[in-house]
């Protein structure tokens, strides 16, 4: 393999170029029409635009993707997490063109991309689940026979879901019918699939995934895990690894469950294994998501290791040199996503330019990111400007760390989470480790952001009233003094 295409953007696509670059191997971006001056553009050894800026256009069209790949004479396609990343009939695609595509088997991707095949695929192993259905249910009197018998509330949710969407909480029966109907409309609108079945609502978990490494050769391990309960509409925003909950002998339970749940599927590449955790540390096999995730640099902080390179080398056929034993962590990290949206306007996406941009530097700081200042936040695609990550030796260094790093990171021109996360880190919920994926809900006060940037403005004003008063005062002090230049013009 001497040549890669990443067939995505942003700071994904210039993290996976990184390490492309570093094993010496040569890069190929491609490009919408509104990211042409992007740093993923800039950074690769070749570039292609693909198409308009809207991604069914661009990033989602496969078939450009696979020609231009062949055009150029790259020898695989690595997907990055998102458009295309999950997309079983892409993959096998890529495959049947000779192209290698850095990612699992088309097979494995089909059974997981289900939320539904997934479940039928791990039954035969010991693996704890939700209490719910494992098959579609269309029909409203079934629907609510099934949520009687597991008890209200329960939660139905979209078979090919991702992103939080097609997820509907429901507390009593007579709001099946609306739930259902809206469940099933942005299941069709969203995935082309109406498929909705129904599981037990939890109601207080914690969402925590473990990290899966397993090669073509049926080597499979686990890199610990990424604890994700700080959510908003339940999305992440905040990952940490490891969570501060997990003793090692769970962490133990939970890695060998994730290691079965890919051996099911016949697993190779990277994944992710989700579990939902009640108060009692009982989890639950939730999902498997099949590709790089977004918060994998938690764990490349605690284990050393470059993920992206162990992707690379996996799809290459290299056999794993890792046993499960060389792995170890160290210390803790910590990530925020920092998003373009108004923290004080229910998290809405806050599009413009960025007129000031000024990132945090120093020990135990890793910013992923794919913007400049001047640089614009498209419309068209998910507002990530970044990812804050941060390493401690310990929980509550990485936490003191993050704070001071979020401080000094500097972005004008868009509303961003940086002031969301200061809340997050400055909480005494946060910080205790007692907390869920109802943070958002249980604890988060826009008010508090409007106080502390009030508070923050009235000692910036105080400040600038102090600087004014000494400059006046020395001016002055200046204007008192006689000068051999005014004696010059008396005389
Ligand atoms: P998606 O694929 O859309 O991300 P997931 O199944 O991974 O959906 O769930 C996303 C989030 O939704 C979880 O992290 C959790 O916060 C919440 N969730 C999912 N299933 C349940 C459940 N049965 N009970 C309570 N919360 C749930």
Known sequence: MKKILVANRGEIALRIMRTIRKMGLR?????????????????????????????????LNGEQIIKVCKGLGADAIHPGYGFLSENAVFAQQVEDAGITFIGPGSEAMRIMGSKLAAKKSVKKYDIPMVPGIDHAVTDVVHAKQIADEIGYPILIKASAGGGGKGMRVVHHPDAMLEQMERAIGEATSSFADGSVFIEKYISSPRHVEVQIIADKHGNVIHAFERECSVQRRHQKVVEESPSSIITPELRKRMGDAAVLVAKSCNYSSLGTVEFLM?????????????????????????????????????????????????????????????????????????????????????????????????????IYYDPMIAKLVVHGTTRAEAIRRMILAVRSYKIDGVKTTLPFGTFVFEHEAFVSGNFDTHFVPKYYLPEKILEKQKANAEVAALLALKIWKKNSQLLKVVAHQSTNWKRRLSN
């Open 27 to 59: 890069s190929v971006a491609v490009f919408s029409q509104a990211d042409r001056d992007s740093l993923h553009v800039r950074f690769a050894d070749e570039s292609v635009c693909i198409g308009p800026a809207p991604s069914s256009q661009s990033y």
């Open 278 to 378: 009640d108060e009692k540390l009982n989890f639950y096999f939730l999902e498997m998501n099949t590709r790089l995730q977004v918060e994998h640099p938690v764990t490349e902080m605690i284990t050393g290791l470059d993920l992206v390179e162990i992707q690379i080398r996996i799809a290459m056929g290299e056999p794993l040199i890792l046993k499960q034993e060389d792995l170890s962590m160290n210390g803790h990290a910590i990530e925020l996503r920092v998003y373009a949206e108004d923290p004080l306007n229910n998290f809405l996406p806050s599009i413009g330019v960025l007129t000031r941009y000024e990132k945090p530097e120093g020990e135990g700081i890793r910013v992923d990111d794919g913007y400049e200042q001047n640089m614009s936040i498209p």
